[in-house]
DNA sequence: TCTTGACCTAGAGTTGCTCCAACACCCTAT
DNA sequence: ATAGGGTGTTGGAGCAACTCTAGGTCAAGA
């Protein structure tokens, strides 16, 4: 498939594809006849998991090196594991800062909810 | 206060702070007669309402439109009310999608983990 | 006295895209 | 046949939102 189609299905546009692939963070792209990139399902695969490390935080400088070690081969798994899993964590604090933030939000909207109610209550004194 | 306790207290850096306020979105920036900003309980307030909005993903031009409406005064509450909402709207989504997210690095993490474990039996055989 | 540390400014650098110009190719309608 | 529209290509410019650096002032502590 193209690479319109790949970035659908994958959630990344084709500029961050294309800008993707220049860092390194593809692991294949062939080209046909015309030099138009495809995609097959499992690099589509890819490009989901590249969507899905950049939607949870993670810097391009370790999206590289993850993907440095998928290339490395079966034998980097455990240090896979590892960044995965430091990734992980810090995308807890995230979650744990993002629910005090939006409460912060809630009790804001709450509040100016509050002044309305009580200038209408005035004006219609 | 001076800028760096605001800072720590806010959650933003005097970097930031200071690069605020040139955007115009910081209320009130008093200089003591050194030139040093020194701010009050309330403006420190406001400097965590604007980590809140940061922290939450909202632009900074929207940031920077809400100050406005604060500036202009007591009427604009309504208009306030609207701009956040819209704002926790779109957050909503935002979380929802980080969840799927999450839910995929989970199952690659687990996946991982999974091979692993199936190589160590292969060895053990 | 001197050095440490907190502040100041203007401006450069960074990250991670995102858009643009200028071109190629293919399809369809006139 | 050719004009338009839609897809793709490239290199490079532009953008958001910081973040850091250089070069300076000032006050307090060893």
């Known amino acids: 498939m193209n690479i319109g189609e790949a970035g659908k299905l994958s959630g990344l546009s084709p500029d961050t594809i294309r800008f993707y692939e220049k860092r390194g963070l593809i692991l294949s792209t062939k080209r046909d006849e015309k030099g138009h990139r495809y995609y097959a399902e499992n690099d589509v695969g890819w490009l989901g998991m ?8 993670m810097p391009l400088a370790e999206t590289e090196a993850f993907t440095r070690l998928v290339q490395e081969g ?3 798994v455990p ?3 590892k960044l995965l899993e430091g990734h992980r964590e810090r995308l807890e604090q995230k979650r ?6 939006e409460k912060h939000l809630d009790e804001k909207i709450a ?15």
Do not use: M, P, S
């Open 79 to 81: 240090e896979r594991i």
């Open 50 to 57: 590249l969507a899905c490390l950049r939607g949870t935080g």
């Open 96 to 101: 744990a800062e993002l629910d005090r933030f």
């Open 74 to 76: 079966d034998h980097t």
């Open 111 to 125: 509040y100016y909810n509050d002044f309305v109610k009580t200038e209408e209550k005035k004006k219609a004194q």
